[in-house]
């Protein structure tokens, strides 16, 4: 399955957090930072700032919040913890929500920067 530039791996080709695309979880935030006068060298420090700027603010609903901390912390558990494996059905729900995130991000990014080609 693909999402933009993101493919989602099926699980008996995953090698670590890639199944439930946090990549396309990570671009779509990246993609609303290059407009934004902040940058992180950290995961969280990044996404510190988008609760504070699109949740807070409610540019985007609580749900995507939810879905994108959730998403980080599946990626963390699975990269950096040992003798841990995430099953499909672990991941599975991320599929849908990363897609929700990613057409938000698109809707946004067209409607407050037009002109912006995607």
């Known amino acids: ?25 990570g671009y779509a935030v990246l993609a609303l930072l290059v407009y934004e006068p902040y940058s ?4 969280s ?6 609760n504070k700027r699109f949740i807070k ?6 749900a995507l919040e939810r879905s994108l901390n959730k998403a980080f912390e599946l990626r963390q ?12 059905e672990q991941i599975d729900p991320f599929i849908g929500q ?3 995130f ?12 037009k002109g912006v080609g995607l």
Request: hydrophobic residues 35%; proline residues 4%; glycine residues 8%.
């Open 102 to 113: 990613l057409l938000a991000v698109k809707d946004y990014l067209r409607k407050a920067h």
């Open 77 to 88: 558990r699975g990269d950096f913890r040992e003798y841990i494996t995430l099953h499909y």
């Open 1 to 25: 399955m693909r999402i933009g530039s993101s493919s989602f791996v099926l699980p008996s080709q995953s090698t670590g957090s890639e199944p439930f695309g946090f990549l396309t979880y």
């Open 57 to 62: 603010e409610h540019t985007f609903p609580e």
């Open 45 to 50: 420090g990044v996404l510190s700032y988008f």
């Open 98 to 100: 990363a897609e929700a």
């Open 40 to 43: 992180s060298s950290k995961h």
